[in-house]
């Protein structure tokens, strides 16, 4: 495997992002849970995804500028820095600092995101944008999914923040070993960009193009959807209805059960027996069918264990568990496939890199926006049947939205002249014609 092909930058993007942003979300599990009173992870959480929000309209813009692999070092030195904060909490309980940290890691992730999105949407070929996606997903996502083991280990909070600081500064480490875009070369022979000059009127121009391209506005409200799930799955469902040691499990279930939606679908989404806008279609009706499955038995465990009590609690050797774990694999599975479709849609649209890093730090934004929602719906505790309403209800509208796009994709971007050279706002302007 060559050194400058899009698979072995992709393995690298997703190893940094397993030692960086998995590891930060193994930790901030451990620290909510032993340490982190639920009242201030909320704020935390509504602090960065509300930074992230704002920041991500230009995230894009400033990676453009910076490069993926500067954008994702700074990213993750504010990971560090957050970890950092969060420990030293633990001590002295200054709140004002930590949701200053907070506001600064939703400013690294934004910016990160969007880096990785540029590569996982530009690097690949037309017909390897979902099977990419699928393979960093997987390599992001264990990271949690061995982390998820820890909760079950007697470990020692403070030894545990030192190895992970370590484990991170690691992933910042590796991320040297990223090269630009314009010497990454594809399977057929071309490069992913051109060297080009940064120009701030330009690139102005081109974001303010791009947060109003047409078909954009319509994925908005899967955008928005994308990440407001989680503040259910991991609070009212999980953090309700189950022992302690049977939530460690469903995390586990969950991230693995995801690992496995992302590849399977990105497969599904690559599959050339089928045109890309068939595809596209075909893609949200099997989301549409696993998400009325998935929050069917959401309402249906709500429904059920109205008086739930700590005696009552369901523990991983009950026979009733059975039906949970079915719920909780399906819901990662459901929720994977819509992270793919949302990143193999954007990637559909062109084949441009700066382009395509506008696009993913727009899609950060407006995802990060639904979540800081979903997580004051959560800090205002709404009631749980309602919030499963609302998450039904948000799905089915998205996805209604998206239709529209999903029918009207192209078969392929590819042009007598190669689109990733050609000038952003030349390749931009065809497409809107």
């Known amino acids: 495997m060559r050194w400058e092909s899009p698979l072995s930058q992709l393995v690298i993007l997703g190893l940094v992002c397993c030692f960086t942003v998995g590891i930060y979300n193994v930790y901030y599990g451990i620290g909510d849970i032993g340490t982190l009173g639920s009242e201030i992870s909320r704020q935390l959480n509504i602090a960065l995804y509300a930074s992230c929000s704002v920041s991500g309209i230009v995230a894009g813009s400033v990676n453009n500028l910076l490069g993926p692999r500067v954008s994702i070092i700074v990213a993750g ?9 969060l420990w030293t909490y633990t001590r002295i309980a200054n709140t004002a600092l930590t949701i200053f940290g907070a506001v600064l890691v939703g400013f690294g992730s934004s910016l990160l995101w969007s880096a990785a999105g540029m590569i996982i949407t530009s690097y690949p070929m037309e017909n390897q944008k979902g099977r990419f996606f699928g393979i960093f997903w997987i390599l992001f996502n264990m990271g949690a999914f061995i982390g998820g083991f820890l909760p079950l280990l007697d470990f020692d909070f403070q030894i545990v923040t030192i ?8 992933g910042v480490f590796i991320t040297c070993f990223l090269i ?4 990454v070369i594809r399977e057929d022979g071309t490069r992913v960009t051109s060297k080009t000059g940064f120009n701030l009127s330009h690139e102005v121009r081109q974001l303010i193009r791009a947060v109003t391209n047409r078909r954009l506005l319509l994925l908005w409200p899967i955008f928005f959807y994308s990440n407001w799930f989680y503040s ?6 999980n953090g309700t209805f189950f022992t302690p040691r049977t939530r460690t499990f469903n995390n586990i279930f969950y991230w693995a059960s995801q690992m496995l939606g992302a590849f399977t679908f990105g497969q599904f989404l690559d599959n050339p027996l089928f045109a890309r806008s068939k595809r596209a279609t075909l893609g949200l009706m099997f989301i549409v069918l696993f998400y009325t499955a998935t929050w069917l038995g959401c309402l249906l465990v709500e429904i059920s264990n109205t008086h739930v009590t700590g005696e009552d609690l369901v523990d991983i050797l009950d026979d009733r568990y059975t039906q949970i774990l079915v719920l909780f694999l399906l819901s990662g599975f459901s929720d994977a496939m819509l992270q793919t479709w949302c990143y193999w849609i954007i990637g559909s649209q062109t084949n441009n890199a700066m382009i395509l890093s506008r696009y993913v730090g727009i899609y950060k934004a407006v995802q990060s926006a639904g979540t800081a929602v979903s997580w004051y719906l959560d800090f205002v505790s709404v009631v749980p049947v309602i919030i499963v309403g609302i998450n039904w209800a948000l799905a ?5 939205f998206s239709y529209v796009v999903a029918r009207r994709v192209s078969d392929t971007n590819y042009t007598f002249i190669d689109p990733a050279h050609l000038p952003d706002d030349v390749y931009d302007s065809r497409r809107l014609r």
């Open 232 to 237: 259910y799955r991991f609070g009212d469902l």
């Open 163 to 170: 190895s992970f600081l370590s484990l991170m500064a690691f």
């Open 180 to 183: 630009s875009p314009a010497r």
């Open 77 to 85: 030195l504010t990971y560090i820095l957050y970890v950092l904060l």
């Open 396 to 400: 089915y509208v998205a996805i209604a």
